[in-house]
């Protein structure tokens, strides 16, 4: 594990507010995504940030939402 992506564990979402628990921003923050993208296939990649809208969209609403998880990781882009 690079230390990249040991400080990538940090940065995990809090269930409740799907906020950043290692920096507050609102999760994937820029640190997560990067650990997502060095962690993960594309295939893996897509069908987790699936399952995070899906449980995100509990307690989040907004049209970005499907940005915000999902078309980033589909370009393979941390910054997407
Ligand atoms: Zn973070």
């Given at each position: 594990m690079t230390?990249?992506?040991?400080?990538g564990l940090a940065?995990?979402?809090n269930p409740?507010?799907?906020d950043c628990r290692g920096c507050g921003e609102p999760w994937p923050c820029g640190r997560a995504r990067a650990?997502?993208?060095?962690t993960n296939d594309r295939v893996s990649?897509?069908?987790r940030m699936a399952i995070e809208l899906e449980e995100a969209s509990l307690v989040l609403t907004g049209e970005d939402?499907?940005?915000r998880f999902v078309l980033w990781a589909r370009?393979?882009?941390?910054?997407g």
């Open positions: 230390v990249c992506q040991a400080a940065h995990q979402p409740c507010t799907y650990y997502l993208l060095a990649l897509l069908l939402l499907y940005q370009e393979g882009s941390p910054t």
